[in-house]
């Protein structure tokens, strides 16, 4: 069930059904699934049509500048506060957060394969795996990094994270994100941003296993970075962005809510689904974002441009200019500098990356860095192009080039990206990733 206030994004669904989005970074979007049921010049009426409940979720500090708040009215079936007791869950699984201390922080450069494909019948939440992090989950600074992977649909069962928001990266297979809000058809080359706190169920849309990335971001919520000199449009464009329209569950049997709260998983029987929202108002939603649509800005001159040029999102911190997290995308794009290595150069760096890809080939790994593999470079830490992408890259002839045949992205942050004891012992490490730089050959000429 849908119906709409703003004007609806429409978008196909496999199979000729659709699904309706709004479409606006951070707007006042407005919707309703059944007609009257949003009230009208307030928002918390003495009786709210249809019976229903009128709820308020915060998603930052009531006092916040008008521009950062974010929050949204939501009139529900019954209020959320109506369950039983939480209680908390025998094993997290392979789902860790920060502060990590399982090992010390790992200067080394590190890389994996992707995860092995699952052998039992896993939901998402069963299927979160840590890479690492950093920051502190109770202190809201920092994010942790995880893999997931699920072959089976939630059925009866939900999620919410009050520890930070999930920034969920699709790399194999599609999602069918039912939330409180409405419902998101996720595929790769798309990501997804789910709101601390807000409840949702995963769907596998397709046969076999889905896997992906997710920045759980701990600290500020992310937002559109600004654009500085480069002006009013590029990037990534707020119009791009489309969150759900209103649809409901009217579903009254035993279902599991489990929640991530200080790091632990916590579980309680609810007797009716907590998707149960039929109108809704507010700037605090779920969104998802195609990354074809990031408008990609570059030299037409020489040498290559800091990798800040290709940001979609931010979540900032206390330091103006350092962020707490990144989200970065290196989308298909025209090479055209002269007389320019066109790679990424050989650098070290302040901030702390975690890179993985989507699909395709990375410009500058030449081999070994596969689709839903992943590597983490931390601060000051040496790295770039490898030996055969660097002499390629240095005797090419430099016409215009189309990287058309790839798409990877990184999470950036300002502190050390502390790997877990699970991740270091992994049967898909690289354990032999240094030697990627082992035969730079030596053509000093004095």
């Known amino acids: ?16 059904s659709r699904l309706d989005y709004l479409s606006g970074f951070g707007n006042e ?20 049509a249809h019976g229903l409940y009128a709820e308020q979720i915060s998603g930052t500090s009531f006092v916040v500048p008008r521009a950062h708040n974010r929050r949204s009215w939501l009139y529900r079936i019954a209020p959320s506060a109506k369950h039983p007791e939480f209680r ?34 896993t939901d998402f939440v069963d299927g979160l795996y840590t890479v690492g992090g950093n920051g502190d989950v109770l202190a809201h600074v920092g994010i942790g990094i995880h893999w997931y992977r699920a072959n089976q649909s939630m059925t009866d069962r939900y999620f919410f994270n009050a520890d930070g928001e999930l920034l969920v990266v699709p790399q194999q297979g599609s999602l069918m994100v039912r939330t409180e809000f409405g419902v998101l058809d996720v595929r790769p080359g798309e990501v997804v941003v789910l709101p601390r706190g807000v409840r949702f169920a995963v769907d596998i849309s397709d046969h076999g296993e889905a896997r992906g990335y997710i920045c759980e971001n701990y600290g500020r919520l992310f937002e ?23 649809a409901y569950e009217d579903v009254e049997r035993p279902v599991q809510v489990v929640q991530k709260f200080g790091g632990n998983l916590w579980a309680a029987d609810y007797d009716h689904s907590p998707l149960d929202v039929v109108a809704w108002h507010g700037n605090y939603v779920p969104y998802k974002y195609d990354l074809a649509r990031f408008n990609v800005l570059g030299t037409v001159s020489y040498d290559h441009p800091d990798p800040s040029i290709y940001t979609v999102l931010s979540s900032s911190s206390d330091t103006h200019g350092v962020a707490n997290a990144d989200f ?32 395709g080939e990375y410009d500058a790994k030449a081999e070994g860095f596969l689709p839903g593999g992943a590597s983490v470079h931390n601060t000051f830490s040496s790295h770039g192009p490898d030996a055969e992408t660097f002499r390629k890259a240095s005797t090419q002839d430099l016409k215009p080039q189309k990287l058309d045949d790839g798409m990877a992205f990184m999470f950036e942050t300002r502190w050390p990206i502390v790997p877990t004891a699970q991740v270091l012992a992994a049967s898909h490490r690289q354990t032999g990733y240094d030697d990627v730089w082992a035969d730079m050959p030596r053509d000093f000429q004095p």
């Open 1 to 16: 069930m849908s119906g709409v206030m703003d004007e609806p994004v429409v978008r196909s669904r496999p199979g000729g």
């Open 29 to 48: 979007h407005a919707s309703e699934a059944i007609p009257g049921a949003l009230p009208q010049g307030r928002n918390s009426p003495q009786r709210v």
């Open 88 to 121: 908390q869950l025998d094993s997290n699984r392979s789902l860790r957060s920060a502060p990590f201390r399982d090992v010390p922080p790992n200067p080394n450069r590190l890389r994996w394969d992707a995860p092995p494909p699952l052998d039992t019948a």
């Open 328 to 359: 970065v995308v290196f989308a298909p794009r025209w090479l055209v500098a002269e007389d320019t290595f066109r790679p990424p150069w050989f650098h070290r760096n302040v901030m702390s990356e975690f890179m993985g890809l989507i699909r």
């Open 224 to 246: 559109l970075p600004e654009r500085g000199p480069i002006g009013a449009n590029g990037l990534a464009n707020a119009r791009d962005f489309l969150s759900p329209v209103a």
